[in-house]
T-cell receptor
Framework: RKEVEQDPGPFNVPEGATVAFNCTYSNSASQSFFWYRQDCRKEPKLLMSVYSSGNEDGRFTAQLNRASQYISLLIRDSKLSDSATYLCVVSSGGSYIPTFGRGTSLIVHP | DTGVSQNPRHKITKRGQNVTFRCDPISEHNRLYWYRQTLGQGPEFLTYFQNEAQLEKSRLLSDRFSAERPKGSFSTLEIQRTEQGDSAMYLC????????????FGPGTRLLVL
């Protein structure tokens, strides 16, 4: 079983739709969780951290479920510019060595 | 805007040759990471430095891979005796003191081994 697993998609949604991605992790000692966004042929960029209490940034909401060992990302009112690959990142311990999932591809169409 | 820079951006080499990539992190970022990314996969951690100290190198893919950060500023990643399977994007990232989780990635070096 991979350390971090994501459904690769693609998720193909119309503008304005709400879409949710899940990511599962295998190491119960994981402490830090993040979502990164990667545009085609570009470098990854931090989208948001994921906290135990959940957190929201505009149209984006991230949640953590430690008991079931998954994190989620919800995107409301999808925009064309949201089309990208969303990478789930998990880190264990204090040294912060991140493990990336393979990413979930999102395509938002008019 | 002086973000993370990487050189070269593209490298084509023949199998068996050695290649070296350079990464210049954001100024005053003390942590520097190297990753490899292949098509359809997320970045795969290779190694990282805190200042000039290489704190984790067990995940370098083989003994053909080595990295240095001699003065705690720029870093180099060398691949000796390249193989076709080494073809990938090599990404560098840096993070500021106290914010290790906030990684800023460079544009990457795309390697093609013929």
């Amino acid at each position: 079983r991979k350390e971090v697993e994501q459904d690769p998609g693609p998720f193909n949604v119309p503008e304005g739709a709400t879409v949710a991605f899940n990511c599962t992790y295998s190491n119960s000692a994981s402490q830090s969780f993040f979502w990164y966004r990667q545009d085609c042929r570009k470098e990854p960029k931090l989208l948001m951290s994921v906290y135990s209490s959940g957190n929201e940034d505009g149209r984006f909401t991230a949640q953590l479920n430690r008991a079931s060992q998954y994190i989620s990302l919800l995107i409301r009112d999808s925009k064309l510019s949201d089309s990208a690959t969303y990478l789930c990142v998990v880190s264990s311990g204090g040294s912060y060595i991140p493990t990336f999932g393979r990413g979930t591809s999102l395509i938002v169409h008019p | 805007d002086t973000g993370v820079s990487q050189n070269p951006r593209h490298k084509i080499t023949k199998r068996g040759q050695n290649v070296t990539f350079r990464c210049d992190p954001i100024s005053e970022h003390n942590r520097l990471y190297w990753y490899r990314q292949t098509l359809g996969q997320g970045p795969e951690f290779l190694t990282y430095f805190q200042n000039e100290a290489q704190l984790e190198k067990s995940r370098l893919l083989s003994d053909r891979f080595s990295a240095e950060r001699p003065k705690g500023s720029f870093s180099t990643l060398e691949i000796q005796r390249t193989e076709q399977g080494d073809s990938a994007m090599y990404l560098c990232a840096s993070s500021p003191p106290g914010q290790e989780e906030t990684q800023y990635f460079g544009p990457g070096t795309r390697l093609l081994v013929l």
